[in-house]
């Protein structure tokens, strides 16, 4: 069946880094956009950054802009987002999601708190 499972969440200082993984399975992974997505506690979702299929084309967020870095790995059916300098207002659950036409798929998430 259909699987996006992230990874690579957890606690970091004001500063530090963190690489997120989304893992797929079950379905064309090089066919799809993918995207990061974060949630913080009282806040609608937001769209953090977008890879195009084959990997040439991204897009980020203002407030990721020359932080983030999204890549994909289609031999791997994985995508990742590293996420550098990182600020307390970064502290949210992040979501990764594959999107081709009107279908979208979406994992359960990973929590990444920067805190002191």
């Known amino acids: 069946q259909v699987q996006l499972v992230e990874s690579g969440g957890g606690l970091v200082q004001p500063g530090g880094s963190l690489k997120l993984s989304c893992a797929t399975s079950?379905?064309?992974?090089?066919?799809?956009?993918m995207a990061w997505y974060r949630q913080a506690p009282g806040k609608e979702r937001e769209l953090v950054a977008t890879?195009?299929?084959?990997?040439?084309?991204?897009n980020y967020a203002d407030s990721v802009k020359g932080r983030f870095t999204c890549s994909r790995d289609n031999a791997k059916n994985t995508v990742y987002l590293q996420m550098n300098s990182l600020k307390p207002e970064d502290t949210a659950m992040y979501y990764c999601?594959?999107?081709?036409?009107?279908?979208?798929?979406w994992g359960q998430g990973t929590q990444v708190t920067v805190s002191s």
């Open positions: 079950g379905f064309t992974f090089s066919l799809y956009v």
């Open positions: 890879i195009s299929s084959g990997g040439g084309s991204t």
């Open positions: 999601k594959a999107s081709r036409g009107p279908t979208h798929k």
